[in-house]
């Protein structure tokens, strides 16, 4: 549910519009993708945009790392030399302004899905042009969830491209169907952080 200091952070207006790259460390090809958000939207939307436009489905905790600060969901079961901040309680206007460079997300602290972002440009709010979030361009296909991090995505992609490896019949199936690993269709990454946009309203 929205807090009322949240629901008021929706409808103000933003600072700014970021232009981020996101690349997945360690991936192989290298996943890639450059998203606009605007800087009014917290963190905890961020989470969601990034995870939109990889191809994630939410089904794991996320932490960022940002100028020395930890931003997710507050764990009191967690015990952590530093305090994980409520994400759905910061704006990029706030956090990332105009002097951070770039900052870690990480996605499914379990596989340890790493995204290493950019801020490549930091711009003027544009009602027409920036106002929304969106990807601007990307390549190849993130991982499948729950594949086992890097190692186990290297493992996957080897049973998959090799008809005769005992794993191949299986692993196609469970991840249902062919995959290709340089695929990326900047549509259905728009699309999906169309569908995010209107369930969050």
Known sequence: ??????????????????????????????????????????????????????GWTNSHMHLFAIDGNLYGLPDDEWIDDKPVLPDDEFTLDEVVGTTVKGFLHEYDLGDGWHHDVTVQAVELPDEGRNSWPMCLAGANACPPE????????????????????????????????????????????????????????
């Open 1 to 54: 549910m929205a807090t009322r200091k949240t629901a008021a952070r929706r409808k103000s207006k933003p600072k700014h519009a970021y232009r981020l790259l996101v690349k997945l460390e360690g991936s192989e090809p290298t996943v890639w993708r450059l998203i606009s958000v605007p800087g009014h939207m917290t963190l905890a939307d961020l989470d969601r945009i990034i995870q939109a436009a990889m």
């Open 146 to 201: 729950d594949v086992g991090g890097l190692g186990g995505y290297e493992e996957f992609l080897q049973a998959i491209g090799d008809p005769s490896h005992e794993q191949h019949d299986a692993m196609l199936r469970w991840c249902g169907g062919p995959f290709d690993p340089k695929s990326f269709d900047i549509n259905s990454a728009n699309r999906a952080i169309r569908d995010w946009l209107s369930e969050r309203l």
